[in-house]
């Protein structure tokens, strides 16, 4: 052992030494200037890989967008201080374990907020680390909530009840069409969409030309579906909540099996592609549920999305425009929400937000003000419910068709969706 | 009905072609080599990133690019025997696990090189033939006649050329195959060549028609281990026809009830090959 006395300068000790306070100011620096910043984390737990990654990955993009705008305007002003918004991903590929431990690293490692997650297959991972923790989640999927799931929130997407507002709208426009057929991957997304879909056609008066069908997730040849589908010459082709991966195939087997009819569906995410690999004409008049923000109605004064026109242009500049899918302004949507809950609660803790978030029992929604509702599909009021708008394709470009109320559907017609949720098992007392 | 009928026959002729020729490529390889090649669906998935690059980045005609992806994949497959499978030939279930890790960096790269949502390849025709009221694609007949002409012209390499005949013995008996003077090394990268050529014209092929992710392989190779073993672990003739067999059930049970139950009949049709005849439709029984 040497002792203090015997250690001599080297040339490699002086080397080491001089390179350690040249770089100190690099080190020392900024961690003084981050120092006097407020910065508050949300995490961001949601597929950025594998088939669901469409309904994960643009909307983190969007998040990006969202938060650098509110970073260069200075942050958001809690509690009289202003604080940087910093984003924690975790890629949890939709799948529950997955889920489970991004969601354990977000809350210990990342000390975040709030947490904005799809839903769905990954939140059951989710469930009891959120209520241990007190952690404010947010889903996509209301299908998610239950009175246990007091910290779970669907602020934005009432998924997949808004569903219904289409086949209003179909109804009322084409009243020539009689029969429709539906299908959807058997999973957690699929089967309580088909639930609604079935009610809403139910109270339209549209009859069912087959039983649902439900398919594989792991199908990759779709042929044979859409041609049991088509078998029975149905007017209303739906296609309920398939995933972004499966619509594409899907149309394109109606295509080419020579349908003729009209189609429905939840999403429609880079339909661009499907107009190319199909054609205007076949595409002409379908019928869903998610709009492109540069669409001139969104700046209606009752839409509280803010500057939509522009943060599609910004997230077309970045990303691309074919990258736009439905949820690319969904989670800065409900960013919007939390920040106005924080300022108003003066304070970034889960609790303290959501009781804001709350209040009074209304909401400022992306697309309109309106109310926490949801005890009787869900047994909790956490999803923020108002008007949604069904979109068109018209000359192979999404338009915004009419905003409907969600509300008014099921004040009229709610007990046809819980009738047909229970005949599927998705009600929440009944959901395992 | 007559229609639907025929609609189901042409969809099942098409699923029945690629799974073929990824199952034949599977067999190839277990049979020359007795490696279980988990990597299979990721050549297949290699194959189809091919066509983005050579068809859709590139510009060149599709056939072009079916070919270069062929030979591309092809030489994946000798990379994978010069690499894993040839120092692990005395260890297969090294070179299982070797094919594990070899199907995540496949994987991986196809995330890095081409990112991670699905590519959109533009389609190579819109037209198709009408047989009454039931449609067949181009594109879809396309990989129906490529399946045929690739495996008749494997069935005649095997059986009339020099080289097939050492790729059959040396699936037959390796050591007995090197005592007659036949290179076990050269066998094993034409046998990796072939099959994995196999899996890429498949991938290739049916690119526009499934939109290629970095993640597709997962959904064949299940199937594809169903087939191999129905048909005879090792039997390239039990392949094809549990091909066929498979696409037809699953097709069918898929157009008359729905998809979920197709899977239960497949596996249950696996099962039942299995009570009834232990060593698959076309394979030998071991001797004790």
């Given at each position: 052992m040497k002792s203090a006395s015997s250690i001599s300068l080297t040339r490699r000790s002086l080397l080491t030494g001089a390179a350690s306070a040249a770089l100190l100011p690099l080190v020392g620096m900024p961690k003084a200037s981050f120092a006097q910043e407020n910065v508050v984390k949300i995490g961001f737990l949601a597929?950025?890989?594998?088939?669901?990654a469409a309904w994960g990955k643009p909307g983190l993009d969007g998040c990006k967008i969202w938060a650098d705008w509110v970073n260069e305007a200075g942050g958001i002003e809690i509690g009289g201080k202003p604080y940087k918004v910093e984003l924690a991903s975790y890629d949890d590929e939709d799948d529950a374990g997955k889920a489970r431990t991004g969601a354990t690293q977000l809350i210990?490692?990342?000390?975040?907020k709030f947490i904005m997650m799809l839903g769905g297959n990954s939140w059951p991972g989710v469930e009891e680390i959120a209520a241990r923790q007190g952690m404010m989640v947010s889903t996509?999927?209301?299908?998610?909530?239950?009175?246990?799931?007091?910290?779970?929130?669907?602020?934005?997407?009432?998924h997949p009840i808004y569903n219904v507002t289409g086949v209003d709208w179909l109804a009322a426009n084409h009243p020539d069409l009689k029969t429709a057929v539906v299908c959807a991957q058997d999973d957690a997304l699929g089967k309580p969409s088909v639930a609604t879909y079935l009610a809403a056609f139910e109270a339209a008066g549209i009859t069912m030309a087959s039983p649902p069908l439900f398919f594989d997730?792991?199908?990759?040849?779709?042929a044979p579906v859409m041609t049991q589908l088509l078998a029975n010459n149905p007017d209303i082709l739906c296609l309920d909540t398939c995933y972004a991966d499966y619509v594409q195939p899907l149309c394109e087997q109606a295509f080419q099996q020579g349908y003729k009819g009209k189609i429905i569906s939840c999403t429609l995410d880079f339909y661009q592609r499907i107009v190319e690999r199909t054609s205007k004409e076949f595409m002409e008049g379908v019928i869903f549920q998610?709009?492109?923000?540069?669409?001139?109605?969104?700046?209606?004064?009752?839409?509280?999305?803010?500057?939509p026109n522009e943060f599609f242009a910004e997230y077309v500049k970045r990303y691309?425009?074919?990258?736009?899918?439905?949820?690319s302004w969904e989670y800065s949507s409900i960013l919007d929400l939390w920040a106005d809950a924080a300022q108003r609660a003066g304070s970034v803790e889960p609790a303290d937000v959501l009781v804001a978030m709350k209040e009074g029992g209304k909401g400022k929604h992306a697309f309109g003000d309106a109310r926490w509702w949801?005890?009787?599909?869900?047994?909790?009021?956490?999803a923020l419910v108002g008007d949604w708008p069904v979109v068109v394709i018209r000359d192979g470009k999404a338009t915004i068709a009419e905003f409907r109320s969600i509300p008014e559907w099921w004040d009229k017609n709610g007990q046809l969706l819980v009738k047909h949720m229970t005949d599927l098992g998705q009600m929440w007392n009944q959901r395992t | 009905m007559p229609d639907f009928l025929l609609q189901t026959v042409f969809n099942a002729s098409y699923a029945a072609s690629y799974m073929a020729l990824i199952a034949v490529g599977l067999v190839l390889i277990f049979g020359v080599m007795?490696?279980?090649?988990?990597a299979h669906g990721e050549l297949y998935m290699a194959g189809a990133y091919a066509i983005v690059f050579?068809?859709?980045?590139?510009?060149?005609?599709f056939f072009v690019a079916v070919a270069l992806g062929l030979v591309f994949v092809g030489c994946l497959g000798i990379l994978m025997e010069l690499t894993l499978f040839r120092p692990l030939r005395t260890n297969p279930l090294g070179g299982l696990i070797a094919s594990i890790g070899f199907l995540l960096i496949l994987q991986t790269l196809a995330v890095l090189g081409f990112g991670l949502r699905n590519q959109n390849v533009p389609p190579v025709s819109q037209g198709r033939i009408t047989v009454g009221g039931a449609f067949l694609t181009y594109e879809r007949l396309y990989v129906i006649i490529a399946t045929i002409g690739l495996l008749t012209a494997l069935y005649f390499f095997l059986r009339k050329s020099k080289f097939g005949w050492a790729l059959r013995a040396c699936a037959q008996d390796r050591e007995a195959a090197a005592l007659q003077g036949i290179s076990i090394n050269q066998t094993a990268r034409y046998a990796m060549f072939i099959g994995a050529a196999l899996a890429g014209v498949a991938g290739a092929m049916t690119a526009p028609l499934v939109a290629p992710s970095?993640?597709?392989?997962h959904s064949v190779i299940v199937t594809a281990f169903i087939i191999i073993i129905v048909g005879g672990i090792g039997s390239l003739e039990g392949a094809v026809v549990a091909a066929v067999l498979y696409a037809f059930v699953h097709t069918f049970v898929t157009t008359f009830y729905d998809g979920v139950i197709a899977n239960i009949v497949g596996l249950l049709l696996m099962l039942a090959v299995l009570v009834v005849k232990p060593q698959g439709l076309f394979g030998v029984r071991e001797r004790a």
């Open positions: 597929p950025l890989t594998g088939p669901v210990r490692e990342n000390d975040v996509l999927l209301p299908s998610d909530l239950t009175p246990d799931t007091t910290t779970l929130i669907a602020p934005c997407e009432v997730p792991a199908t990759t040849d779709f998610f709009p492109d923000f540069d669409d001139k109605a969104l700046n209606d004064p009752r839409i509280n999305f803010k500057k691309g425009a074919t990258e736009w899918s439905a949820v949801g005890k009787d599909l869900f047994g909790i009021d956490n | 007795g490696v279980i090649n988990f050579f068809y859709v980045w590139s510009g060149l005609p970095p993640y597709m392989g």
